[in-house]
């Protein structure tokens, strides 16, 4: 019995624990020593379906009639995350199914596919040319209304979450979301990423520093981020050594308790 039970238990308590090398994010993983600066992959972020645009235009003029038409809402300055977020709903242009916009004066414009710099652009140039009759010196602002994201899974905070910034890594999307937990798999992260043409999956590896030259390290609005469990935890054996060993000596107990009941019998 001995014998058996020896190796069993070294292995379940082996196979039971999360190794350190799959917690660390961002490793070295080929035989390259030292330091190297590396180019991060990321490109314009493209207008969808759904998404919020702030947009705000002002002139040179002392008095102009048509800026205050485009003042949208009310300022959203003070206030919780969500009094923000419900403010900025309000006083953003939200891109309908058709890709578009309606703004004073502009009406309905086309802005799926474009950019914000591009979009700004095709708004000045409108205005310009159709709305001020005297030479104006136009600035044009278009931002997205907060960078909205979801993670579920492993992680500490689940649910939708924003920031009001440009650019999100899905490293600062995992940390937005508490990190992900010990018995998370950092080596298959999953982003479910909107398309005109559909939904896609890509798969990332957070543990290998190969991530960062990915197109998907800077994640998009709307994306879904899924971190997948580990075996570990459907084992329910503990994600630590102490943990393992405090459940594999209560197995053991349990079965040498039942061993001497039934030699009592």
Same mark, same amino acid.
């Given at each position: ?10 292995? /379940? ?101 474009? #950019?914000?710099?591009? /979009? =700004? &652009? ?13 030479? /104006? ?13 979801? /993670? ?9 979450? #924003?920031?009001?910034?440009? =650019? ?17 798999? =950092? ?46 935890? &459907? ?17 053991? &107990? ?12």
């Amino acid at each position: 019995m001995k014998k058996i039970l020896t190796p069993l238990i070294l292995l /379940v308590f082996l196979s039971a624990c999360v190794p350190t090398k799959d917690l660390i994010y961002l490793q070295e993983k080929d035989s390259e020593n030292g330091q190297s600066v590396k180019e991060v992959a990321f490109k314009p972020y493209r207008v969808q379906v759904g998404d919020q645009l702030r947009i705000e235009v002002k002139s040179n003029l002392e008095e102009d009639p048509l800026a205050p038409l485009f003042q949208k809402g009310g300022q959203t300055q003070s206030g919780g995350a969500s009094f923000q977020e419900t403010g900025l709903y309000f006083s953003s242009y939200v891109v309908d199914d058709h890709g578009n916009i309606r703004m004073p004066l502009l009406e309905e414009m086309n802005v799926l596919g474009y #950019t914000a710099d591009e /979009v =700004r &652009s095709k708004i000045e140039k409108e205005l310009k040319e159709n709305h001020y009759k005297e030479t /104006v010196n136009l600035f044009v602002e278009v931002k997205l209304a907060g960078f909205r994201f979801s /993670v579920n899974g492993e992680v500490g905070r689940t649910g939708t979450h #924003t920031l009001f910034q440009d =650019r999100v890594t899905i490293m600062e999307a995992i940390a937005t979301a508490g990190d992900i937990t010990l018995v998370g798999d =950092r080596k298959n992260v999953n982003i479910i990423r909107r398309y005109p043409h559909g939904s896609e999956i890509h798969t990332l590896d957070l543990t290998d520093k190969k991530t960062m030259d990915s197109p998907y390290y800077y994640i998009q609005p709307n994306d879904y981020i899924y971190v997948q469990p580990l075996p570990q935890k &459907s084992w329910g054996t503990g994600t630590t050594a102490a943990q393992t060993l405090a459940t594999v000596v209560a197995g053991l &107990s349990l079965i040498m308790t039942t061993i001497v009941l039934l030699r009592t019998l």
